[in-house]
Each structure stands twice: as C-alpha cells, then as structure tokens.
C-alpha cells in the first residue's frame, strides 16, 4: 500500500493498527486514529500552525517536573481531567461526588485528630470537621482522610519549597469509632492555577481566566469502600461559575461559618475573626471487595 492521499491515509493506518494482538491496545489505537484525522480534517491546519502545536506539546512536557505536572493542568482546563472522572465514578445515590484530583498532592504527614495542619501558612484560623460513612449511613472508623489546601495567598505548599522545605496546609487523619474527624488549619483562598507556561498561554488566546474557586481537597479511603477523591467549595465564591478546571458540583458546595471569638467547637477560648466548615461524607462500596455491611446505626 503506497501513494495515500487524504481520502486515503486514514484508513491505510487504522490497517496497520489493528493488527495489534492486544484488544484494548487495538481500540484505543484506532479511536486515536480516527478522531486525530477528524480534527486535521476539520481544522485544516498549515503547516506553520501544525509545527507550534508540535513545540506547544513538546514546550508542556519540559515543564514537567516533581513539584509541576504542566500535562495535568491541560488535561484539567480542557475538561478532560473531570470528564475522565465522571466516566470513572459513576457512583450509586448517596455516595459523595468526585472532582478532580490536581497537581499539587503528596501523601502527607500523619496527624491525631483536632492537630492544626497549617505549619508555617499564615492567615486567619479554621476549625474543619467532618464524618465518613457509607452510603447506608453506618460510621466508617479507621478510614484515612487526607486534607490539603492553598494558603491565603493561593499557593500551595510545594510551591513555596524553596521558601520553606517542610510541608504545610496538609495532613492525614484516621476518623474515630463514629467516623469524625477534625483539625484546624487557615482559611484558603482563590487561586490561579500556575499560567505562566503553555497552560497560561492557551488560555489567553481564549479569554478565559485562570482562577480555581476557593476549596479544600479531600482523599478518603476505607476498606471495603471506592477511593473518594473531592474538595469541598466555599458558598458565594465569585469562580463558581467558572472554574478553569470545570470541578465544581453544587453538592460540595458549603458555608465556610465566620465567627467572631467565643469558644471553638473543641472547646478552645478564641480570639478575633475565626471560620469553621463541617462536611458529611459519604463512600459507596466497592463491589471488587466482597461482602461489606450495610446497616444503619
């Protein structure tokens, strides 16, 4: 098979693709064909054109590095990243939402509960509490809980190693034989995602900004139970409605409560301006496990 033309290429390589032995390896090789020849044929680049999207993706991957993943923030401002995770959760009534994991999380020190997380992060105090229980309401103890956010400036600690090397404004807790946890940390804030690489430059040709809404994360994991990865967003943001990363969902929407002094919900005498956020989550069973009970306390 020789002289293909563009009526002609396309099929010529899905040929040549589906002689792979391997079924899903056959698959997705072909569905790469089809849609990339699709985009080429709608868009019709030049050659010019075609070349700096070679250099865009090739400038993407050199950002890349322990502390960057340059990849993920496109995938993330594209949709991709939240598309991907609701194809993947698909999750029964009940059961918490996901969004979208991000590119800023390590696993983080462990902590007992009511520990303050926030380290070196400055910024006006935070009392964060919360359940985990399965979708049948029974208290899931022991499941891990791992927090991490922004500081009120919107960086998140691995931004600022440099500046400071240890870890802050993150941490893992193990929830009690109620399945609570709590801890107190600072109020985060708005942020815009990292845009001064090829992420930044897409997104001013498209007039969009590069702001997350205010938010905590959340990874929560038990036995028996599917991996929750969420945040949870502060009610009246001004991004909710568009976030660049399309991560929102009104469920995890909630009031981060201002106080003003009076005494914390752990008891401790406060001062001045203070916030608090409670949030109930809720894991499904993962049907991979076997047997898991479902009654209700």
């Known amino acids: 098979m020789r002289d293909f033309d563009e009526t002609t290429i396309t099929e010529a390589v899905l040929i040549r693709v589906r002689g792979a032995s391997d079924a899903r390896v056959r698959r997705v090789s072909e569905a790469l064909v089809r849609h990339l020849h699709a985009f080429i044929r709608e868009v019709e ?55 979208v ?49 922004a ?46 690489g090829t992420v930044g430059k897409m997104l001013k040709a498209q007039d969009r900004h590069p702001f997350r809404p205010e938010h905590i994360h959340f990874l929560i994991e038990a036995s028996g139970h599917r991996k929750l990865v969420t945040h949870v967003f502060a009610a009246g943001d001004a991004y909710l409605d568009s976030d660049v990363v399309f991560g929102v969902k009104d469920s995890l929407v909630r009031e981060y409560v201002r106080h003003s002094g009076g005494t914390a919900p752990g008891g401790e005498a406060m001062q001045g301006e203070w916030f608090s956020l409670h949030y109930d989550f809720s894991l499904a069973v993962d049907p991979s496990s076997g047997p898991v009970r479902n009654d209700r306390l």
């Open 45 to 99: 680049p030049t050659e010019a054109e075609w070349e700096w999207g070679i250099r865009f993706l090739t400038e993407t991957g050199h950002l890349c590095s322990d502390t960057r993943q340059e990849f993920i923030l496109l995938s993330d401002t594209l949709g991709v990243s939240m598309l991907v995770d609701a194809i993947n959760h698909r999750l029964p009534g009940g059961a918490t939402e996901t969004t």
């Open 101 to 149: 994991f991000g590119p800023f999380y390590v696993p983080p020190p462990h902590y007992p509960i009511g520990a303050a997380i926030n380290g070196h992060l400055q910024g006006c105090p935070m009392y964060v509490s919360g359940t985990v229980r399965s979708t049948a309401g029974r208290p899931l103890e022991g499941a891990t809980v791992d927090v991490w956010h």
């Open 151 to 196: 500081d009120q400036e919107g960086f998140y600690d691995l931004q600022k190693l440099d500046e400071h090397p240890e870890l802050a404004g993150r941490g893992r807790f193990v929830a009690d034989a109620d399945g609570r946890f709590h801890l107190w940390t600072i109020r985060p804030s708005p942020y815009p995602i990292p845009h001064d």
